[in-house]
């Protein structure tokens, strides 16, 4: 796999996690680190080894947010490279991120702050550490929370909490940050790793597949109208038949309806090869 400098990955038994990794500045996002996770996530999504992805940061902090240094104050007087390096945030914080054909999850182990909301969010599960410390911290340098973090707030956390957290720059941490629903479940952070496994364990037991579809469903229809949602999503479920090479849905209905192996409402039906003995 390609080398990189602000980033880490390690992959093991279908589950790749990518660290961001420059501790001494809390792993703030500069350009390189941007462009570094565009090449890492275009990789990992077109490798079919890999069914779970886990976002977290190296050392005290998930992230501290775009780096003031180099991507706001190196590019101020510089439209076009402040432009190439706003391009790149997007590729990897929003499309391929939130997009990732695999399920991913945030482990939020310290700092999140600012444009670290994005990827945060991005992400379609997270668990925190009790001790993580949370903040849209732009308007205590004077800016708003740009890029689509405002909008993502507010889809995460809901209005009141978004609106607050966006005026007041308040910090808060993972305990709050699941009250509010920006991440699923916040743990102490000696605990961080087991929760996280716990839940990888959890989806390795699943076809990923399925997952990948019910993913794709619920992201691209919370923006259609219901008549395309219905039509959209009706659509989605037949594709499913099709792409999937474990032919869940037959396999499960069997062996409940025939076999009377399991029950679907309690857990996942038997798969084949290694997978089942997740
Ligand atoms: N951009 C660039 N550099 C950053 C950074 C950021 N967002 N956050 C931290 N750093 C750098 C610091 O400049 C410092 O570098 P130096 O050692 O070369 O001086 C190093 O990381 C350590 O930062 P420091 O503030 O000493 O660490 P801390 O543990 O005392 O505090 C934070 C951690 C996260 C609370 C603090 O660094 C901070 O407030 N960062 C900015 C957070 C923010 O508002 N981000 C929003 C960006 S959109």
């Given at each position: 796999?390609t080398s990189?400098?602000?980033?880490r990955?390690?992959?093991?038994?279908?589950?790749?996690?990518?660290?961001?990794d420059?501790?001494e500045?809390r792993n703030?996002?500069s350009?390189?680190?941007n462009?570094?996770?565009v090449?890492a996530?275009?990789g990992?999504?077109?490798?079919?080894?890999i069914?779970?992805l886990?976002l977290?940061?190296?050392g005290e902090?998930?992230t501290?947010?775009?780096?003031?240094?180099?991507y706001?104050?190196e590019?101020q007087?510089?439209?076009?490279a402040?432009e190439?390096?706003r391009?790149?945030?997007w590729q990897?914080?929003?499309?391929?991120?939130?997009?990732?054909?695999?399920?991913?999850?945030?482990a939020?182990n310290g700092?999140?702050?600012?444009?670290?909301?994005?990827?945060?969010v991005?992400?379609?599960?997270?668990i925190?550490a009790?001790?993580?410390?949370f903040?849209l911290s732009?308007?205590?340098?004077?800016?708003?929370?740009?890029?689509l973090?405002?909008?993502?707030?507010a889809?995460?956390?809901?209005?009141?909490?978004a609106?607050?957290?966006i005026l007041?720059?308040?910090t808060?941490?993972g305990r709050r940050?699941?009250?509010?629903?920006?991440?699923t479940?916040s743990?102490?952070r000696?605990?961080?790793?087991?929760?996280?496994?716990e839940?990888?364990?959890?989806l390795?037991?699943?076809?990923?597949?399925v997952?990948?579809?019910?993913?794709?469903?619920y992201?691209?229809?919370l923006?259609m109208d219901?008549?395309?949602?219905?039509?959209?999503i009706?659509?989605?479920a037949?594709q499913?038949?099709?792409?999937d090479?474990?032919?869940?849905?037959s396999r499960?209905?069997?062996q409940?309806?025939?076999?009377?192996?399991?029950?679907?409402?309690?857990?996942a039906?038997?798969?084949?090869?290694?997978?089942?003995?997740a």
């Open positions: 796999m990189y400098k602000c980033i990955i390690d992959v093991d038994d279908r589950v790749a996690t990518v660290t961001l420059r501790p500045k703030a996002m350009p390189r680190l462009q570094e996770m090449s996530l275009d990992i999504r077109r490798d079919p080894d069914d779970v886990v977290t940061g190296a902090a998930f501290a947010g775009m780096d003031l240094k180099e706001f104050r590019t007087h510089d439209p076009i402040f190439a390096a391009d790149t945030a990897w914080q929003y499309k391929l991120l939130r997009y990732l054909p695999q399920v991913t999850i945030a939020v700092w999140c702050f600012g444009g670290g909301f994005q990827p945060l991005s992400c379609d599960l997270a925190a009790d001790e993580a410390r903040g732009e308007v205590n340098w004077g800016i708003i929370p740009a890029g973090v405002t909008k993502d707030v889809l995460a956390m809901g209005y009141r909490h609106m607050h957290y007041t720059g308040e808060f941490d940050a699941a009250e509010i629903g920006l991440v479940s743990v102490p000696a605990e961080l790793d087991a929760a996280v496994a839940l990888v364990g959890r390795r037991g699943l076809n990923p597949h997952l990948r579809s019910a993913k794709e469903v992201r691209h229809s923006t219901y008549e395309q949602a219905w039509d959209y009706g659509a989605k037949v499913l038949r099709t792409r090479p474990e032919n869940g849905r499960g209905m069997s409940f309806l025939d076999e009377k192996s399991f029950r679907p409402g309690l857990g039906y038997a798969r084949p090869g290694p997978a089942s003995d």
